[in-house]
């Protein structure tokens, strides 16, 4: 794809109104008061004009991965889904796992746009992240680690920069 027809797409994605976007924390202890992942998502949701199509807080069993991204993915639901935590390699961490599962198409460039930067802020650790993206049943599905810093710098650096042309692209 040029440059040329990546600007044109973002000027027409930018015209497309609000996006409908879910919100899925996995992790084993967070509550709704505890979670700063999710109440951070949900206010630069909000502030960049967009609608929270759903929230949940579940914990990292692949059984519940699998049911919050089937119930919220497709058309006339959440265009964009955004799961974070449960992408490092420990025995608790499946959301991984149970993403790739159903993605449909895989937006690699996602992970490794998302590990180089973070390179920047962790070092070499970034290499345990199995950050992932990609198209289940016309939605995207972006899906982070579960810190506070990885959180905030996937939605300013590659999420809230590309929202707009990726729904757009969803609907071509």
Not at 38 to 46: A, F, H, S, T, V
């Amino acid at each position: 794809m040029s440059s040329g027809s990546s600007e044109q797409h973002r000027k027409e994605a930018a015209r497309s109104g609000p996006i409908a976007i879910a919100v899925i924390t996995v992790s084993d202890s967070r509550t709704e008061e505890t979670d700063r992942n999710g109440i951070y998502l949900k206010n630069e949701i909000e502030a960049a004009g967009h609608t929270l199509a759903g929230y949940r807080i579940i914990h990292d069993e692949p059984s519940l991965v699998t049911a919050a991204a089937e119930e919220l993915a497709g058309r006339g639901r959440a265009r964009i889904i955004l799961f974070n935590g449960g992408t490092g390699i420990s025995s608790r961490d499946n959301t991984f796992d149970a993403l790739s599962e159903l993605i449909e198409k895989s937006l690699p460039g996602f992970g490794e746009l998302f590990r180089m930067l973070s390179w920047e802020q962790v070092g070499a650790a970034a290499m345990l992240s199995r950050a992932t993206a990609g198209v289940f049943r016309d939605s995207v599905i972006i899906s982070t680690p579960g810190s506070p810093a990885a959180v905030k710098l996937a939605w300013e650096k590659l999420i809230l920069p590309e929202i707009s042309h990726l729904a757009w692209e969803l609907g071509r």
